[in-house]
């Protein structure tokens, strides 16, 4: 194959990619809607998980996240509650300046065997991320930490 | 249509009533409702994972309510204490009525 083949082939194959991608977003076309989701802010989420009662910060509570996220779009948080499995009903992760405060929310059963969980979480810009366990006794504990996000709404203009 | 979705256990080497980490990951968009459309202006409608059962034999041992502020792909792992040769079954279930299953089993001899 010589230099000009060879260059034919790629533009082939180039064009043949961005076919490929026009295929793709025809497949898997979006939705539109003319309004966002309702918001819900971190005081509406708490009260919705605590029904109002009080949350005290614990050690007991581990929260591990980065302290700077480079991206926000995937910011890795970890809980874990350092209280026997039978004493942890649910973990609760909260992202205080969200659009939807309450990320995620897990219920736990003894057949776990330890209170942790793992996940990526989006942030939109610098804000406390705060880990709430709810205890089997009906009290609340909790933990937060600050997140710094360098590159925060781009995921937001550029999903 | 279900989604791809991968399980995968640490350890591989486990006995009865050893903890096992679960890890799980759904290629899933997550799209949160609030990003806008370049061309029409309009918002990509909110679509994403809104719950993650998971099954131990008969038994429901984990139940999880996601948000859109949850990343694309959502990645989450969990631990399960290996008290029973059962199956172990995740589901994923999104706000348009999507269903994906995924089961592994777990072995204690």
């Known amino acids: 194959m010589n230099r000009r083949e060879l260059l034919k082939g790629a533009a082939l194959a180039v064009s043949g990619l961005t076919f490929g991608s026009s295929l793709l977003t025809d497949v898997f076309a979006v939705e539109l809607a003319d309004a966002p989701p309702p918001k819900k802010s971190y005081e509406e989420a708490l009260k919705e998980i605590t029904g109002g009662k009080t949350v005290a910060d614990s050690d007991k509570v581990k929260l591990i996240a980065p302290e700077i996220a480079e991206n926000g779009a995937v910011v890795p948080v970890t809980v874990e509650v350092e209280l026997p499995i039978e004493q942890v009903k649910a973990i609760h992760i909260l992202a205080d300046k969200n659009h939807n405060a309450r990320t995620m929310s897990v219920e736990l059963t003894p057949a776990n065997g330890k209170a942790y969980i793992s996940t990526r979480i989006r942030l939109a810009e610098s804000m406390n991320v705060v880990a709430i366990a709810q205890l089997a006794d009906g009290s609340f504990i909790k933990a937060q930490k600050p997140v710094k996000v360098t590159i925060g709404r781009m995921w937001i203009i550029n999903n | ?109």
């Open chain 2, 1 to 109: 249509m279900p989604k791809t979705a991968m399980v995968k256990i640490e350890p591989k080497d486990y006995k009865k009533d050893d903890l096992i980490k679960v890890n799980t990951v759904i290629m899933h968009p997550m799209d949160t409702g609030l990003v806008k459309d370049k061309e029409s202006g309009k918002y990509i409608a909110a679509y994403h994972i809104t719950d993650v059962e998971v099954y131990y034999g008969n038994e429901r041992i984990t139940t999880m309510k996601l948000s859109g502020s949850v990343s694309a792909n959502p990645f989450i792992s969990f631990y399960v204490k290996a008290t029973k040769t059962a199956p172990l079954k995740i589901v994923w279930k999104d706000n348009k009525g999507d269903v994906t299953e995924k089961v592994i089993d777990i072995n204690v001899g």
